[in-house]
């Protein structure tokens, strides 16, 4: 069982809990959720038993690893509540619970054109690659978009795309709506992905790694918008 005080489990956050618990089954190679529970409501030595609040955590937690799919229905077995840890939970056992936060943040709701790339790239901790990757989607989006040429690259490429009369600005927004696009665009690729193209980058900070994969993605929604509005036109 966990090495954990039934007060400090009631107050942990539910993924630090958590991947205490996920550490707790794959070591007692636990298989079965409902024994795995038990043990704590008859756990009165330690004060599990006579703590409600405590096992109660515990259990939340258990909950919270299959809602992440970091366990899963065990494959030929007949309980219900059988426990396989999957293959994304075995990996988070080798993270910080930082980055665990950060790579979930890109398991739902990246924009299809990033989403498998970039979060197999963000899995194996390759996270300068994963951002490579999402902006230049989103610099070969704004391309396909505007009608250029493969010559229109980089910053440039933004500034001509959105500039005011640009094909992608939008003619009915205000001027400072089309500068702030522009610049949103053109800094976005200046600043997240430029780096990256010229030189090695460390992004030693998994956070700000998962948030400029997720900077991609709102652009590249951004484009879906325009690109509809586009077709309006037509």
Known sequence: MINIVPSEASELPI??????????????????????????????????GTNPSAYNAIAESVAWLRSQAMIAHKPLDNRADSILVTRWGQYALTLNLEAIRATGRL???????????????FLLGEYENAIFVSLKAVEVRVRELSGFSNDAIGVALMNQAFKKDGPLADPAAPPGEVQGTMMLFSGAYAV??????????????????????MTASLLLRMLDKIECRLKTKE
Do not use: C, K, W
Not at 18 to 42: F, K, S
């Open 15 to 48: 993924d630090g809990l958590a991947m205490l618990v996920l550490r707790d089954i794959t070591v007692t190679h636990t298989d079965n959720e409902g024994r795995y529970l038990y043990q704590y409501t008859e756990d009165r030595q330690n004060g599990y």
């Open 107 to 121: 398991q739902d709701n990246l924009h299809p054109l990033i989403a498998v790339r970039a979060r197999r790239q």
């Open 192 to 213: 997240l992905r430029n780096p990256s193209g010229h030189r090695e980058v460390e992004f030693d900070d998994v956070t700000e790694a998962s948030e400029a994969v």
